[in-house]
């Protein structure tokens, strides 16, 4: 159970305002700001059951939007089946582990997360090696969102190495992000670590992430999104080693 005082319904909109924006800009990225800054304010736990409806709305909508969901489904199928039987498997670390031990879990996510996507090449996935790559991706991808509530790592970077161009990519995208959602939902579900009032907060959580993808694509026409997304990945990895090291000087 969650204490809600008006300290964190005001944290709690701010924050789904700024990860909308980051969203509306780049086209991800809400899961992995909430869980960032959330993350630093309550448990981990806390910071996942909070995201679940927002997250489910803003990608259930980027997924709707694309052309290709039959021919994506078809050929992804395998990734997604994986995500989902993994991060059911791992959300017995984030409803059940050590608050610290899953702390420095998300922050070590997000430091790895922003560090390579900042340094790292484009890499090309061949053809011959989706069949077995694919599901192995999602199940690292499901392990990684149940134990920390980050839908990223890595389904983002094997995602834009399968070559698909702009529209199919944010439509895989939306597709790989609504399915982690349904799972990190159904697995703390099942773990009774969802509770009522993190579902009224997170239902309130929605109106201020719309905004915010709103105002994200306004700034998107007027900015560099190359730019943004630099500062974010730098903001980003500040954050997630301020989780990390935590429980080392606490």
């Known amino acids: 159970m969650m204490d809600i005082s008006l300290l964190l319904l005001v944290a709690v909109a701010a924050t789904f305002f700024a990860a909308g924006i980051v969203k509306g800009v780049t086209g991800m990225g809400l899961p ?9 304010l309550v448990s981990p736990l806390a910071a996942a059951s909070l995201l679940i409806v927002p997250s489910f709305v803003t990608n259930v909508w980027q997924l709707a939007a694309g ?11 395998p990734m997604m089946l994986a995500i989902g039987a993994g991060t059911l498997a791992g959300t017995s670390l984030l409803a ?6 899953t702390t420095g879990a998300l922050g070590a996510a997000l430091v790895f ?6 340094l790292a090449r484009q890499i090309r996935v061949p053809a011959r090696l989706e069949a077995w790559l694919s599901p192995a991706v999602g199940a690292i991808t499901g392990i990684v969102t149940g134990a920390t509530g980050v839908f990223v790592i890595p389904a983002v970077p094997y995602l834009q190495a399968l070559g698909l161009d702009r529209d199919d990519l944010v439509q895989a995208l939306g597709l790989s992000f609504t399915v982690s959602t349904v799972a990190l939902a159904i697995g703390l579900a099942s773990r009774g670590a969802f509770h009522a009032d993190s579902l009224v907060l997170s239902a309130l959580a929605v109106a ?16 560099s999104p190359q730019t943004f997304r630099r500062w974010f990945l730098f903001c980003l990895i500040v954050l997630g080693a301020e989780m990390l090291l935590r429980p080392l000087v606490s």
């Open 32 to 40: 992995t700001v909430a869980m960032g800054v959330l993350g630093a």
């Open 67 to 77: 052309p290709s969901f039959g021919p994506l489904a078809r050929r992804l199928w």
């Open 96 to 101: 059940h582990g050590d608050t610290a031990l």
């Open 113 to 118: 997360y922003a560090a390579f996507t900042l």
């Open 208 to 223: 201020p992430a719309l905004a915010g993808m709103w105002a994200g694509q306004i700034i998107r026409q007027k900015i």
